[in-house]
C-alpha cells in the first residue's frame, strides 16, 4: 500500500536558522510528490512538486525539497526560517494508477524569534 | 479567478440532522476530491470524482454521499450527522489530463467548520 510519514509532530527552529521538515514515501513505480503548507483557519497551498528530473526542487517562498531515492525520502528545506514560515505543513504522494492523493500526518513548524 | 470556494464556512448540526456541503471550482480541473482533517490524522480522502460523471469512494466514506453536479461542481451530503463527522472538510481540484500521467497539484477551498452535537 502506498503510504507518506512524516515522522515529527513539530519542529522547532531560531529565525534565521536553517530549518528541515522530513517526509518518507512509500510507493510503487515512480513517485510524485508534493508538499503543501497549511496557515491557521486557511486551506492547503501548494509549495513545490517532484515529478522528474532534478533531485533538488524549488519551490515558493524560498523552500526547496531534495528527492533521496535511495531512502525514499523527500525532505522540505530553507535555507534560512523566518517567523512568517511557522504553519503546519503536509508531504503528500499520488498514488500510481490512480487519481488519489495520499498525505501525511503533518508537522507543525514554529519559527522562534 | 476564485480558485475553489466552499458553503458554508461553519455549521453546526444536531445529530441525525442532515445537511449538504457545496464545492465548486472556476479552473476548468477534471478532478475533484472531498477530505476531512482531524487533528493527529492529515487529510483522509472521503470521495473523489476523476471527472465529470463518474465519482469514487475513498478512504473514510461511510455516512456521506456526493453529486459531481457538472464540472464545476462537487458536493458532499451527510445524510444523518453524527458527532464523530464533527471535523474540517475542504474540498480540491486539481487537472487531469487525458492521457491519465496525472502530474499536478491540488488546489484547495477554504474548509468547512462542521460540528455535529
Known amino acids: 500500500a502506498q503510504s507518506v510519514a512524516q515522522p515529527e509532530d513539530q519542529v522547532n527552529v531560531a529565525e534565521g536558522n536553517p530549518l528541515t521538515v522530513k517526509c518518507t514515501y512509500s510507493?510503487?513505480?515512480?513517485?510524485?510528490l508534493f508538499w503543501y503548507v497549511q496557515y491557521p483557519n486557511r486551506g492547503l497551498q501548494f509549495l513545490l512538486k517532484?515529478?522528474?528530473?532534478?533531485?533538488l526542487v524549488k519551490g515558493s517562498y524560498g523552500f526547496e525539497a531534495e528527492f533521496n531515492k535511495s531512502q525514499t525520502s523527500f525532505h522540505l528545506k530553507k535555507p534560512s526560517a523566518l517567523v512568517s514560515d511557522s504553519a503546519l505543513y503536509f508531504c503528500?504522494?499520488?498514488?500510481?494508477?490512480?487519481?488519489?492523493?495520499?498525505f501525511g500526518t503533518g508537522t507543525r513548524l514554529k519559527v522562534l524569534a | 479567478n476564485a480558485g475553489v470556494t466552499q458553503t458554508p464556512k461553519f455549521q453546526v448540526l444536531k445529530t441525525g440532522q442532515s445537511m449538504t456541503l457545496q464545492c465548486a471550482q472556476d479552473?476548468?480541473?477534471?478532478?475533484m476530491y472531498w477530505y476531512r482533517q482531524d487533528p493527529g490524522m492529515g487529510l483522509r480522502l472521503i470521495y473523489y470524482s476523476a471527472s465529470e460523471g463518474t465519482t469514487d469512494k475513498g478512504e473514510v466514506p461511510n455516512g456521506y454521499n456526493v453529486s459531481r453536479l457538472n464540472k464545476r461542481e462537487f458536493s458532499l451530503r451527510l445524510e444523518s450527522a453524527a458527532p464523530s463527522q464533527t471535523s474540517v472538510y475542504f474540498c480540491a481540484s486539481s487537472e487531469a489530463p487525458a492521457s491519465g500521467r496525472i502530474r499536478n497539484e491540488q488546489f484547495f477551498g477554504p474548509g468547512t467548520r462542521l460540528t455535529v452535537l
Open positions: 503528500a504522494v499520488r498514488d500510481p494508477g490512480t487519481y488519489k492523493y495520499i
Open positions: 517532484y515529478i522528474t528530473g532534478d533531485n
Open positions: 479552473m476548468n480541473h477534471n478532478s
Open positions: 510507493v510503487s513505480g515512480n513517485p510524485y
